[in-house]
């Protein structure tokens, strides 16, 4: 599967963005989606999941109650919603697709995703 992502910017602190990941190349309800990010000098963490079906979803500590992972199997896409964004939150932001059914800490590991998008860079000015 293909993934491509979009809707990364510049906003101010407090603000919001949406970014989209539209997959292609295979039949995209038989992936679980996740999101990831990478800040400068860091290391990739964990962001959000949603399964398969879209009724069940995992979010890192650091962005609940602020984002939401969604996903739309009909038109081939998954979706982050950033509110009350922070300059913390300021990476490239990764869509990946995992063939495999996830369960509990496997949500978060990004060794269990197959493929990866190519990133939308997300800066969060103070």
């Known amino acids: 599967v293909q993934l491509q992502a979009s809707g990364g910017g510049l906003v101010q602190a407090g603000g919001s963005l949406r970014l989209s990941c539209a997959a292609s190349?295979?039949?995209?309800?038989?992936?679980?989606m996740g999101w990831f990010r990478q800040a400068p000098g860091k290391e990739r963490e964990f962001v959000a999941a949603v399964s398969r079906s879209g009724g069940s979803t995992y979010n890192a500590d650091s962005v609940k109650g602020r984002f939401t992972i969604s996903r739309d199997n009909a038109k081939n896409t998954v979706y982050l919603q950033m509110n009350s964004l922070k300059p913390e939150d300021t990476a490239v932001y990764y869509c990946?697709?995992?063939?495999?059914?996830?369960?509990?800490?496997?949500?978060?590991?990004?060794?269990?995703?197959?493929?990866w998008g190519q990133g939308t860079q997300v800066t969060v000015s103070s």
């Open positions: 190349g295979d039949t995209f309800s038989r992936y679980t």
């Open positions: 990946a697709a995992a063939r495999k059914f996830l369960a509990g800490s496997s949500w978060s590991s990004s060794r269990e995703y197959d493929y």
